[in-house]
């Protein structure tokens, strides 16, 4: 790469004359650094000018110096970039492998965990500083409710008796089921309830909480309501499958919506209103 000449045309700036331009406005990544020792910031600040009074007979050797910095801090750039684009090419090939007919069909109901993980993820596909971003990931979000319980007892608590939206399993059916007393299963679903709400304090599920809110609930005579025929909303008449699922992940944000409306009290149910499949709290 040929080293960059503060006192070649090509490169004058805005400032005017060769003279008065500053050192910085050559290496505009390398100016941008925090951290950087005395002397450096020293040459950065100085006018072509100064910098050649500052350095007789090794101007060309300190451009070097700092041109090389510059180099350096270029490639680290555009190596992040390439780094960013991959992850972007990779989730967007999870995705067209569910679809392979193209992304369409996945903005109508998903009819699988796959499919409903590429429904969530186009959710969430916005346009960020270096271009398309996913800003929510759906399987490392999947990964986070781990913390919660991986406990076969506890995990048939959490899906049965706390984030169902059938309200059919009671604890007496999940203590028969396991040769465990009652009153242990309702102490482990208050646990899990503890956990679920610093769960759903993490900023990727406040983040994913408020796009449920804001796109597919309506609030009617002081019940929040969203519509199963919603792609997203959906997800919950997927089978959970292995734990977690994505039909966890989903079954786990209304329910912090729920917590939101009215504490531990309330919980969402599916009931048909107006010839509608509605999930209702």
């Known amino acids: 790469m040929p080293m960059r000449d503060p006192e070649s045309p090509a490169t004058q700036g805005p400032t005017g004359s060769v003279g008065e331009r500053l050192i910085a406005e050559t290496f505009p990544i390398l100016s941008q650094q925090p951290g950087l020792p005395n002397d450096i910031r020293e040459d950065l600040s ?3 000018r100064n910098f050649g009074h500052r350095h007789k007979r090794g101007k060309t050797a ?56 590429a429904v969530l993820s186009l959710s969430f596909l916005h346009t960020g500083r270096n271009g398309p971003e996913f800003t929510l990931d759906p399987v490392a979000m999947m990964n986070k409710i781990k913390t919660v319980t991986t406990d076969e007892v506890s995990v048939d608590i959490l899906r049965e008796l706390l984030i169902d939206i059938t309200g059919v399993a009671t604890a007496q059916d999940i203590a028969t089921k396991h040769g465990l007393g009652r009153q242990a299963i309702y102490d482990r679903q208050n646990r899990l309830a ?14 994913l909480i408020q796009y449920l809110q804001t796109t597919t609930c309506v609030v009617k005579s002081s019940q929040v309501m969203a519509s199963l025929a919603h792609p997203v909303v959906a997800i919950l008449l997927i089978q959970p499958g292995e734990f977690p699922s994505i039909h ?7 329910w ?26």
């Not at 451009?63 to 490639?75: A, D, G, H, K, Y």
């Not at 956990?195 to 993490?202: E, P, Q, R, S, T």
């Open 256 to 281: 912090g919506i729920a917590r939101t409306a009215g504490g531990d009290k309330r919980s969402f149910r599916r009931t048909i209103r107006d010839g509608n499949d509605w999930i209702v709290c």
């Open 194 to 207: 503890t956990k679920l709400d610093v769960l759903i304090a993490d900023p990727d599920f406040l983040e």
């Open 62 to 117: 300190r451009l070097e110096v700092l041109e090389n910095m510059e180099n350096r801090l270029e490639l680290a750039v555009l190596r992040n970039r390439v780094a960013q684009s991959q992850a972007l090419i990779d989730q967007l090939q999870t995705i067209l492998s569910a679809h392979p007919a193209g992304l369409g069909p996945s903005l109508s109901i998903p009819a699988n965990a796959a499919q409903a993980e």
């Open 46 to 48: 100085s006018s072509d």
């Open 248 to 254: 966890d992940l989903i079954s786990i944000a209304f």
